[in-house]
């Protein structure tokens, strides 16, 4: 079955080929003539602005002159209105232009659409979705191959007999009695160089002791001394 698929597949495409031989010619030729439209629109483009940059420069010479005259204000009319009728040309000019690019604009709009809804494009779709639908299927047949797979070695591994299984030696059993119920045991300070540390601790807490009697005393001694009467006054003399 997958094939015959191919076949049929390899069918469908030379066909297609057959038959978009023709209109790929038709596309270069297409857009050869879109690209020289393009760069005409650019060239009148660029031609526009620059008449209309001499034309303000005119202008502005005309201006000047007219000052030099005696009838300054119909001199600056008559330059204003021929001034305001050329930029008017170059704007009819401007407007055919951006007309000719919504027109073609359009007509590509439609051309493509047309192209879209073409029976070689439908043909095409067709053709594509049957291939991915093919890869789709190749890769589920895959993953559910790799998963039969997987299942058959962990079956085969579970299915494995148990004499291949090594048996966890015993722990060898302690020799002999433990220390502690050989050796007898030992006071605390009985043992090597505790009498010493013990000795140390009880005169350091002495220390501690003698020198807390001491702070207690000198705190009773100053608290005398804040609360003693203080002296009798002197009599009176007659």
């Known amino acids: 079955m997958p094939h015959f698929s191919h076949h049929l597949a390899t069918i469908l495409l030379i066909a297609v080929c057959a038959i978009n031989i023709p209109a790929i010619g038709q596309i270069s030729s297409q857009n050869s003539k879109k690209a020289q439209d393009q760069a005409l629109d650019t060239q009148e483009r660029v031609r526009i602005n620059a ?13 000047k002159a007219c000052y030099q005259k005696l009838s300054v204000t119909p001199c600056l009319n008559a330059a204003r209105d021929q001034h305001n009728e050329q930029m008017r040309d170059l704007k009819r000019q401007e407007v055919a232009l951006n007309d000719a690019k919504r027109k ?3 007509a590509d709009r439609q051309r493509a659409m ?16 049957g ?15 790799r998963e039969a797979d997987r299942k058959a070695k962990l079956e085969a591994a579970n299915a494995k007999p148990a004499a291949n299984v090594k048996e966890a030696k015993p722990s060898p059993k302690p020799q002999g009695k433990p220390r502690s119920d050989t050796e007898p045991k030992l006071k605390p300070e009985q043992r090597p160089g505790q009498a010493a540390i013990m000795e140390k601790n009880r005169q350091q807490a002495a220390e501690r002791e003698k020198a807390a009697e001491m702070r207690r005393a000198e705190a009773m ?10 002296a009798a006054p002197l009599p009176i003399p007659d």
């Not at 291939?131 to 191959?145: I, L, N, T």
């Open 51 to 63: 008449e209309r940059d001499r034309l303000n420069q005119e202008l502005a010479q005309q201006r």
């Open 131 to 145: 291939s991915a639908m093919e890869a789709a299927s190749k890769r589920q047949e895959s993953q559910a191959q």
């Open 221 to 230: 001694q100053r608290e005398a001394k804040r609360k003693k009467p203080a």
């Open 104 to 106: 073609s604009a359009a």
């Open 114 to 129: 047309d192209e879209r809804n073409s029976p070689e494009a439908q043909l095409k779709r067709s053709q594509d979705r």
